[in-house]
């Protein structure tokens, strides 16, 4: 897959790309995004200084003024760079990805992000056809480390640590870049894995993986804890396993999220094309607007935006806030989920009787993963097969990939943005019929 993706630049160092090629990326990038002012930051993976110097220097020979802040969460670079009005901004990271890989995550003004659709496709280009035009003198690097304590000074006000301090809890960092903000965040908390270490020795930085959170229940279980939050990589995920060790799924938290940020009947509230129907039921007996968008930061917060959304959420386990800029903060949707559990707590409630009302509505398949090279042959194979168990009412959507929706459930699938896999997910209320619906389109997507 090419190095340049739906929502960033991203892949394996040596071998998708170089520091040669990160190089001529810094210097097309201000040929897209208009301004001189420019914030970087960078994850603790063990190629981020080698990604990060190419990038920084192929600004500074552009004549940009480069603000490098260093090691910093994903979020980080999103508030600085709203709040401080920089023109452009950085952050050098592959998130949840393996290892070996990094990669660059760009926003413009007001941390409005840069996508494949709206600028990356012509740095791309320009990279391509080497058209870095001649250097411009002028440009300076300035490097800002500590800028976490102006961070978590806001991050204290958005939501009191006394909010959630009640909690039994465990803390999974996953070596990654949540380690800068959890014991601060968290006092008291078992904290898992809090040393940054770029390798991510104890297990994957994606916690989507059933594998990575073997640890975290394990830990929540033998402790008799409340409930555990793992982050990904970059800190900008957040997940949670409830007391008895078991994933709940993000989704179903978005009308968590909304309620601990206030929203008022009426208001709306985003989320992606995956989101169980139990969750979207919620909200609306919440008297919320539910908008659905398309998988991906890059739709979901300019579509926040453009809604008034207050929040919102991805099954990914990204959160979305407009008082955060219509950004995903993993720390800000973390300590909103704690607040609500907390207060369930208060009521007699564990975090999995609080969850139930949610999760018990549907039976719910999670993202199945398929290769296969033709994915737009097997999604219409998909739908093909479809027909022999739906009913002639359903509803399709093509926002990204396909969603059926009928009265008894619904499935989506599509094309991963992120990684060489075509995606299924179904929901319906009776699990002997989902396990069918699931048989007929595993069947055809494999051809």
């Not at 959890?182 to 594998?211: I, Q, T, V, Y």
């Not at 709940?248 to 009426?266: F, K, T």
Request: aromatic share 8%.
């Amino acid at each position: 897959m090419s190095f340049f993706k739906a929502y960033d630049m991203r892949g394996t160092f040596g071998v998708d790309f170089d520091a040669a090629k990160v190089y001529r990326i810094g210097r097309a990038l201000p040929q897209v995004v208009p301004g001189r002012k420019w914030l970087v930051g960078m994850d603790c993976r063990l190629t981020g200084e080698a990604v990060k110097a190419a990038l920084v220097k192929g600004l500074a020979d552009s004549g940009m003024d480069v603000t490098d802040i260093g090691l910093c969460t994903t979020p980080m670079i999103y508030f600085f760079t709203a709040r401080d009005g920089y023109d452009g901004s950085v952050m050098v990271t592959a998130s949840h990805n393996p290892p070996a890989d990094n990669g660059l995550k760009v926003s413009k003004r007001d941390a409005l992000p840069v996508g494949y659709a709206d600028g990356l496709d012509k740095v791309e280009k320009l990279v391509a056809a080497g058209e870095c035009g001649p250097a411009v003198p002028g440009g300076r690097v300035t490097k800002q480390d500590g800028r976490l304590a102006e961070y978590l000074a806001w991050q204290k006000k958005a939501t009191p640590r006394d909010a959630y301090a009640s909690l039994k809890i465990a803390v999974d960092c996953s070596c990654g870049m949540a380690s800068l903000f959890a014991e601060e965040m968290f006092p008291g908390a078992m904290l898992l894995n809090a040393g940054m270490d770029g390798s991510f020795k104890a297990h994957s930085p994606n916690p989507l993986l059933p594998e990575a959170r073997i640890q975290l229940a394990k830990a929540v279980r033998e402790n008799a804890l409340d409930l555990g939050v793992i982050f990904d990589g970059d800190a900008d995920r957040a997940m949670f396993v409830n007391e008895r060790g078991e994933f709940v799924q993000p989704d179903y938290l978005i009308p968590v999220v909304a309620s601990a940020s206030g929203v008022r009947p009426g208001e709306k509230v985003i989320h992606d094309v995956r989101t169980s129907r139990g969750a979207t039921e919620a909200l609306k007996e919440m008297g919320v607007v539910p908008v659905m968008v398309p998988v991906g930061h890059a739709f979901a917060k300019p579509i926040l935006r453009s809604t008034g959304a207050i929040c919102g959420g991805e099954l990914a386990g990204h959160y979305y806030f407009r008082e955060f800029s219509a950004c995903d903060s993993g720390l800000l949707a973390a300590t909103r989920i704690l607040a609500q559990a907390a207060k369930a707590k208060a009521n007699g409630l564990t975090f999995s009787e609080m969850m139930r009302p949610i999760l018990s509505r549907y039976a719910n398949s999670g993202e199945i993963n398929f290769r296969t090279e033709d994915k737009a042959a097997a999604i219409t194979r998909a739908l093909e097969a479809a027909k022999t168990f739906l009913p002639a009412d359903f509803t399709l959507s093509r926002m990204d990939g396909i969603r059926i929706d009928c009265e008894d459930g619904w499935f989506n699938i599509r094309q991963s943005n992120t990684e060489p896999y075509l995606r299924l997910i179904a929901e319906c209320r009776d699990k002997t019929k989902l396990e069918n619906w699931l048989g007929v389109l595993k069947k055809a997507i494999e051809g």
